[in-house]
C-alpha cells in the first residue's frame, strides 16, 4: 500500500521559515517525480513545487521562486520543502504528491502551514 505522509507544517510569522517532509512508503520512491501543492480556502490547488526522479532538476511556481526549496532524499524515500520568507498569502494545506507516468500519481493526506501574526 502506498502511503505519502507530510510533516513538519504549523504556525510561523511572517518572514519566518518552515521545512516540510513528504515520507514515502510502498513504492519505488527513486522511479517517482515528487511535487508539492497547495489550497488556499477557496482556492484551487494549486502546483508550486516538482523535482525529478534523481533530483537533478527542480521547479518552482512564481509565487514561491526564491523562497522556497524543494529537494529530495532516495535512500530516505523523502521529499521536502524548505520555505523560507514566509507570507500571509502562503497559509495552505500543503500536499506532496508522487508521480511516474507508468506507475500512476499518489497523494498525501496533506498538512495545514499557516502564516499569521
Known amino acids: 500500500q502506498v502511503q505519502l505522509v507530510e510533516s513538519g507544517g504549523g504556525l510561523v510569522r511572517p518572514g519566518g521559515s518552515l521545512t516540510l517532509s513528504c515520507a514515502a512508503s510502498g513504492l519505488s520512491f527513486s522511479e517517482y517525480y515528487m511535487r508539492w501543492y497547495r489550497q488556499a480556502p477557496g482556492k484551487e490547488r494549486e502546483l508550486i513545487a516538482d523535482?525529478?526522479?534523481?533530483?537533478?532538476?527542480?521547479n518552482y511556481a512564481d509565487s514561491v521562486k526564491g523562497r522556497f526549496t524543494m529537494s529530495r532524499d532516495n535512500a530516505k524515500k523523502a521529499a521536502y520543502l524548505q520555505m523560507n520568507s514566509l507570507k500571509p498569502e502562503d497559509t495552505a494545506v500543503y500536499f506532496c504528491n508522487a508521480f511516474a507516468a507508468s506507475m500512476g500519481i499518489y497523494w498525501g493526506q496533506g498538512i495545514q502551514v499557516t502564516v499569521s501574526s
Open positions: 523535482i525529478t526522479s534523481t533530483g537533478g532538476s527542480t
